[in-house]
C-alpha cells in the first residue's frame, strides 16, 4: 500500500511535533523540580 507524499510528510511532521512536545513538557518538568530544590535550600 502506497501512501501519497503528501500524507506520507503529514505523518513525519506529526510525529516529530510529538517528539518536540514530549522534549519541552520533560524540560519544562526538570525545570520545575530545580525550581523546588532551590526553594527548599
Known sequence: ??????KEF???VSD???AL???LETRLTHHDEIKSEK???
Do not use: A, E
Open 21 to 23: 512536545r514530549s522534549l
Open 1 to 6: 500500500m502506497k501512501c501519497s507524499p503528501s
Open 16 to 18: 516529530q511535533l510529538n
Open 39 to 41: 526553594k527548599d535550600l
Open 10 to 12: 503529514g505523518v513525519r
